[in-house]
């Protein structure tokens, strides 16, 4: 160090102040404001890659909430279809037994209604057979108390007594 201080030149220190002064001039104009515009457009870049980035995610987030949301509702939607289809089942079997019980009803009521009008057509006939029946009996009996002649003025004696003149 000392054998710098003894060597030194006043010229030569002004001359490489000069230089360095230049050298830092010419790197300020050509070199730092590329260097630091490159570094502030790099940075620029670095934000806006975060914002987006963050911006994504918030997208992301709703998306989700809206995905979480549709579900929602589409599972509701669902629930109450599935209940609407059972009311309908349930509506359209109950109706279906009202209605095989009402059709059940009237053949019953039609099944009783023929048996009650062939009883009394086996009644009438039944009736229409007995009297004529009877009346063969009775044509067969007369014809046999009138074929003898003692039998017949027994019934004619009998027949005048029983009735009573006024």
């Known amino acids: 160090?000392?054998?710098?201080?003894?060597?030194?030149?006043?010229?030569?220190?002004?001359?490489?102040?000069?230089?360095?002064v230049g050298l830092i001039i010419l790197l300020k104009k050509f070199a730092w404001k590329p260097i630091l515009d490159a570094v502030n457009d790099r940075?620029?870049?670095?934000?806006?890659?975060?914002?987006?980035?963050?911006?994504?995610?918030?997208e992301m987030q709703n998306l989700q909430a809206d995905n979480q949301r549709i579900l929602q509702?589409?599972?509701?939607?669902?629930?109450?279809?599935?209940?609407?289809?059972?009311?309908m089942k349930d509506k359209m079997v109950d109706d279906a037994k009202t209605e095989a019980q009402a059709q059940g009803q009237k053949m019953i009521d039609q099944a009783k209604a023929a048996i009650e009008s062939e009883k009394n057509a086996a009644m009438a006939e039944l009736k229409l057979h007995v009297s004529t029946l009877s009346l063969s009996?009775?044509?067969?009996?007369?014809?046999?108390?009138?074929?003898?002649?003692?039998?017949?003025?027994k019934l004619v004696e009998k027949l005048l007594g029983d009735v009573k003149l006024n």
């Open 1 to 20: 160090m000392e054998k710098l201080i003894n060597q030194f030149e006043l010229g030569l220190f002004f001359w490489q102040v000069l230089i360095f």
């Open 43 to 58: 940075e620029e870049g670095i934000k806006n890659a975060l914002l987006s980035a963050e911006n994504a995610r918030k």
């Open 73 to 87: 509702e589409a599972r509701l939607e669902r629930d109450t279809m599935l209940k609407e289809a059972r009311e």
């Open 137 to 153: 009996i009775a044509e067969k009996i007369l014809k046999d108390e009138l074929s003898n002649k003692e039998a017949q003025t």
